[in-house]
């Protein structure tokens, strides 16, 4: 079912604009996006997000874009948060939002950046949380960097990758003494890591 997410009040000269706005944006989804085949009310979708404004994106609640679909979030995160074009920083941090709620890996891995750059040990923790989702859904970036925190010893990052099992998606899992091993040699295990460097103390960033 499609959400109606159209404004509530507004003038003739403001619908119109965003009847052609949302016309244009649908246009570039079939242009930018036709690998993904869409149905008509997933790219209608995106286009009623995409022209929100940040005070109306922050009305959506976590229930309702989680009824968004992947292929909506998609053109969601790259029309909108990913845009250079937009020059909004809290307009993009809410399409962001709304993208990572919807499931959209890449979005969650970049809305997870935004809670380890707060850079308070209750941040961490939570981004920490996002970068689970964000590997759960396919982000191995997201993963490699639970992985280099696990490797230093920290606890959150070792219990999450425990919780969520991610081993057999990465090329690793564990024996039958529960000794965990790779898949690959070692020099291909190296090579999975994520290019970024992260310094040990408690000021260091979070994955690209």
């Not at 003038?11 to 706005?21: A, C, G, Y």
């Not at 679909?69 to 250079?84: D, M, Q």
């Not at 639970?146 to 998606?169: I, S, V």
């Amino acid at each position: 079912m499609m959400i109606n997410l159209n404004a509530v009040a507004a003038s003739d000269t403001e619908l119109t604009d965003v009847k052609q706005r949302k016309s244009e944006i649908i246009t570039e989804i079939k242009e930018l996006f036709d690998f993904l085949e869409m149905e008509e009310e997933e790219m209608e979708t995106a286009a009623n997000i995409l022209v929100k404004s940040k005070q109306d994106l922050k009305h959506f609640t976590p229930e309702d874009i989680q009824k968004i679909s992947l292929n909506s979030a998609h053109c969601i995160f790259e029309l909108g948060y990913n845009s250079t074009d937009i020059g909004d920083k809290e307009l993009q941090k809410e399409l962001l939002r709304v993208s990572a709620l919807a499931g959209h890996a890449n979005a969650l891995g970049e809305y997870a950046g935004l809670f380890y750059e707060e850079n308070t040990p209750e941040s961490k923790e939570e981004a920490l949380k996002w970068y689970a989702k964000a590997a759960a859904a396919g982000r191995e970036e997201s993963y490699n960097f639970l992985l280099e925190l696990e490797q230093k010893g920290n606890p959150h990052a070792k219990l999450l990758l425990e919780e969520n099992n991610y081993f057999p998606r990465y090329g690793r899992f564990e024996d039958d003494e529960g000794e965990e091993s790779s898949h690959e040699d070692d020099e291909m295990s190296q090579s999975e890591h994520s290019e970024d460097e992260f310094s040990e103390d408690e000021g260091s960033e979070g994955e690209d």
